[in-house]
T-cell receptor, first 113, second 114 residues
Framework: AQSVTQPDIHITVSEGASLELRCNYSYGATPYLFWYVQSPGQGLQLLLKYFSGDTLVQGIKGFEAEFKRSQSSFNLRKPSVHWSDAAEYFC???????????FGQGTRLTINP | DTEVTQTPKHLVMGMTNKKSLKCEQHMGHRAMYWYKQKAKKPPELMFVYSYEKLSINESVPSRFSPECPNSSLLNLHLHALQPEDSALYLC?????????????FGPGTRLTVL
């Protein structure tokens, strides 16, 4: 069965600094990978997704992620964070025809002014 | 219209009450989902409807009863809930039932069971 690990529970960065959120997945075949963001008390918004092709994926709000099969990773990056980026970030995988999105435990991002 | 709406936003109910959560989308999506999210945890899948038929039930207790009256509407009927059922209930929809179909989430219903 597929699984996702987000090693960092909480990350704090300064506004304007670069950001990298880590995600490792476990799945036998090529996975479908997603990054979602959730503001407090809100639903989830899709930032970007990877299905196949170019391993560097561009998303909304200036985010990008790189799929590295050799490392089973799909890390999320942003060159310069804004205070509005403070939120919970979830990496997720789906595969095997099960339609089940399996989420990592999430990384809470705090932005220092 | 590119959003999933959920009503109510907040719901407080006693353990003997019967209530329903409602989810609606007008994107022509044919798969709809219910997730449960406890505080500081990721969402957990409860049910999936594909083409108005229940396709996945993640061993959810029978006090939760889903219903899909048509392709745009998804309900979750609640009866005899327990305090541990208090959570954010998220609805999502996707164009089809393939793994590559991204899911669009609603804002959720915050449920408190007293």
């Amino acid at each position: 069965a597929q699984s996702v690990t987000q090693p960092d529970i909480h990350i704090t960065v300064s506004e304007g600094a670069s950001l990298e959120l880590r995600c490792n997945y476990s799945y036998g075949a090529t996975p479908y990978l997603f990054w979602y963001v959730q503001s407090p008390g809100q639903g989830l918004q899709l930032l970007l997704k990877y299905f196949s092709g170019d391993t560097l994926v561009q998303g909304i709000k200036g985010f990008e992620a790189e799929f590295k099969r050799s490392q089973s990773s799909f890390n999320l990056r942003k060159p310069s964070v804004h205070w509005s980026d403070a939120a919970e970030y979830f990496c997720a995988v789906v595969g095997g025809g099960a339609q089940k999105l399996v989420f990592g435990q999430g990384t809470r991002l705090t932005i220092n002014p | 219209d590119t959003e999933v709406t959920q009503t109510p936003k907040h719901l407080v109910m006693g353990m003997t009450n019967k209530k329903s959560l409602k989810c609606e989308q007008h994107m022509g999506h044919r798969a709809m989902y219910w997730y449960k999210q406890k505080a500081k945890k990721p969402p957990e899948l409860m049910f999936v409807y594909s083409y108005e038929k229940l396709s996945i039930n993640e061993s959810v207790p029978s006090r939760f009863s889903p219903e899909c009256p048509n392709s745009s509407l998804l309900n979750l009927h609640l009866h005899a809930l327990q305090p541990e059922d208090s959570a954010l209930y998220l609805c999502a929809s996707s164009q089809g039932d393939r793994d590559y179909n991204e899911q669009f989430f609603g804002p959720g219903t915050r449920l408190t069971v007293l």
